[in-house]
């Protein structure tokens, strides 16, 4: 029989790729695919399991899909990524929907768990987190003119409040020949914008060469013909060394865009966290980075109301962001998360302060922001267009300082020949609307 199947993919974007290989590995056993979960006999959901809103998101789109379950529409549910990593057997106690719940272990191994679960098998199958592929391949679930480039996996950092070890366990480096190929290939299927992941990007290589490697790829990824932007995502400020701003620098490709989770500015907050660093050390880098290049974005998120965060703590950090005026930024509140040290530490902060310090930081954004938006009236700006809004008439798209899926757009009129998605255009900005520029195309 031919069997439909469809993923719903929740989280990160490291587990949109892992999603990637899971649906090429379906559709190579002969599953026909599927973007409508309603019309699929099988359902994967690819779970996140990061933090505790993430967690109820996986959860309410499971008993969603039980709901179409029991009304006959689909037949079988599966779940893996983080929280059936985490949970493992919980998830078919807890949740009887669920048909099988596998660990990221068993993703190499989704096609045959799949079938059994239409077969009426309940499975529960949790392999060592080293099992998980590191590449294979891939059917793109993004746009044609972008995509993500995972290049290792797990993390080694051990900040205390975070569950991502005890999920994805340590970091592993994919080689640089295989990331480059995987680079080329999604360049000659259309790609033109690559954005490059890991739990920690400026640690890439550590493992297989002895010393992070990050500068080296990009540099490498720069001569791929057909990309257009290369984009660097989660980077770990103590590894942005002098060769990786330089090689940012220089190279034409890789857009002026880097994203630096700083998560506080308080050194004793910091080192709470198992973090290093002080409001002046990041100042000083933030400060490099503006200088030596022009035109960077510096992107950041922050956790409000950690452990033992003081409000004195708290206003350091409030004038930490209105000092630096990051281009973008978001703050959340904190998620005690079990088995992470953070979560016994003394000085646990209710719910309501937590959100509230972290609605504070935001709406200081806001404003940043929308001043921003109001220095760039009467410039020119590159879109990627990805677009048609009917609804306003206008079309949208990203520039080089939005990241995909996290950042804001560009929405523009069109006098002249219409653009096609995945083109880009040169926008004159002559407003802007909430924090998004808005412009007429050239």
Known sequence: MNYKAGIVSLGCAKNRVDAEMLLFSLKQKGFELVDDPAKADAVIVNTCGFIESAKQ??????????????????KAIIVTGCLAERYQNEITRQLYEVDAAVGIGANSRI???????????KTELFPGKLELPLEGGRIQSTPSYTAYLKVSEGCDNRCTYCAIPLIRGGFRSRTMENVIAEAKELAEKGVKELNVIAQDTTRYGDDLYGEPRLAQLLTELCKI?????????????DRVTDELIDVIAKE?????YIDLPLQHCDADVLKSM????????????????????????????FIAGFPGETEEQFEELCEFAAEIEFERLGCFPYSQEEDTLAAEFPGQLDEETKLQRADIIMEQQQHIMARRCEG??????????????????????????DAPEVDGCVFFTCDGKKPRIGDFVKVNITDYMGIDPVGTAI
């Open 57 to 74: 998101e996986s959860i309410d789109e499971i008993i969603e899909l039980g709901k179409l379950k029991q009304e006959g529409k689909i």
């Open 111 to 121: 096609a045959d768990i799949v079938l059994e679960a239409l077969e009426g098998k």
């Open 225 to 237: 013909e057909k990309l257009r932007w290369i984009r660097v995502l989660y980077c770990y400020p």
């Open 252 to 256: 034409d490709k890789i857009v002026k």
């Open 274 to 301: 198992n973090r290093r660093g002080s409001r002046e050390s990041l100042t000083a880098l933030l400060n490099k980075l503006r200088s030596r290049i022009p035109g960077v974005v510096l992107r950041t998120t």
């Open 376 to 401: 760039l009236i009467g410039t020119t700006a590159e879109v990627l267009v990805e677009g048609y809004d009917r609804i306003a008439e206008c079309w949208f798209g990203r520039t080089y300082a």
